[in-house]
């Protein structure tokens, strides 16, 4: 299950995964990138549409444009406020705790991407469950094969 998730991923991944590198080193950049990672928690294996045939279909575009409407509280202006800090020391330790593997787990990718390009982070440190409760759950090799997946994508298909 897990690995279709994954292979199934991509045509949702690939359009947010080109927005990471241009997104700006301001509020607005974190903003973006939080959201990314915070609505791809809603993508998790049980509901993800885990099949070959839908591997090019982009299901998460959506969900992001109607997140803001979705929320009880927002607390974006103080990460903000705290990115900026750990910009201005040089970049700082972060942690991301990683709930589920499949499309989660690449938008946690894609927030440590922003994190480090930014200079908002020099250090990202995956928290990873050593002992699964649900199939979906994050392990260690999930991430090395999350990586290597992406890696191994066609680049003239896949930049």
Not at 35 to 54: E, R
Not at 69 to 76: F, K, P, Q, V, W
Not at 100 to 107: K, P, R, S
Request: aromatic share 6%; charged share 25%; net charge negative.
């Amino acid at each position: 299950q897990k690995r279709a998730g994954l292979e199934s991923s991509v045509g949702s991944a690939e359009p947010m995964l080109e927005k990471i590198p241009n997104l700006p080193k301001t509020a607005e950049g974190i903003d973006l990138a939080a959201s990314i990672a915070l609505w791809g928690n809603k993508m998790d294996l049980s509901i993800w549409p885990a099949d070959a045939k839908n591997a090019d279909i982009d299901v998460f575009s959506s969900i992001l444009e109607s997140a803001a409407e979705n929320l009880l509280h927002d607390d974006l202006d103080l990460l903000a406020q705290h990115c900026d800090k750990l910009r201005a020391k040089g970049g700082g330790n972060v942690d991301i705790i990683v709930d589920n593997a499949g499309f989660e787990l690449i938008t946690d990718l894609a927030l440590a991407q922003h994190l480090i390009e930014s200079g908002i982070a020099s250090c990202v440190t995956f928290q990873l469950k050593s002992h699964p409760t649900f199939v979906s759950d994050a392990l260690e090799k999930d991430l090395r094969e999350h990586v290597e997946h992406y890696v191994s994508l066609d680049a003239q298909k896949y930049p």
